[in-house]
């Protein structure tokens, strides 16, 4: 009796996250696009917003010139190394009810730069520091 009770239990909370992702409306997905010189970068994600997958088979476009190496994307992380340092681009979406998207967004030297852009905004990360990490606030919608 008791594991029918906790499977119950476990199941009516699957139900309410499920409903709780689902209240997101399509206009709540936005397009980022990241542009970086640098051999890798970090993109995470601060807030209750989500790495999604395109909506509607909108494309998803990268290129990079030295060639990338590895693209890892979760739903709060995106990683993206290339084989050397070089210029490269790619869109990502993001899935948030807040119209401002905090971000922590990594570069792989000094050097390197690392940009994330909105349709409203964008933030550039070429600070000159030794732990290559810069928190950001990125606007997603200006109303």
Do not use: W
């Not at 994600?45 to 476009?61: C, E, G, H, T």
């Not at 948030?96 to 990594?106: A, H, M, P, Y």
């Not at 000159?128 to 990125?138: P, V």
């Amino acid at each position: 009796m008791a594991l029918h009770k906790k499977l119950k239990t476990f199941s009516a909370a699957m139900l309410m996250a499920t409903t709780s992702s689902l209240a997101f409306a399509e206009n709540d997905i936005f397009p980022l696009v990241v542009e970086t010189d640098s051999n890798f970068t970090s993109i995470e994600i601060r807030d209750d917003a989500v790495f999604v997958i395109p909506p509607d088979n909108k494309p998803f476009s990268m290129s990079s010139k030295k060639g990338a190496k590895t693209f890892t994307i979760s739903e709060k992380k995106l990683v993206f190394e290339q084989l050397t340092r070089g210029d490269a681009l790619f869109d990502v979406y993001v899935k948030s009810k807040n119209k401002v998207l905090g971000l922590s967004i990594c570069k792989g030297s000094q050097t390197s730069y690392s940009q994330v852009k909105s349709a409203e905004g964008k933030h550039k990360n070429d600070v000159d520091e030794m732990d290559y990490c810069e928190n950001a606030a990125l606007v997603l919608q200006l109303h």
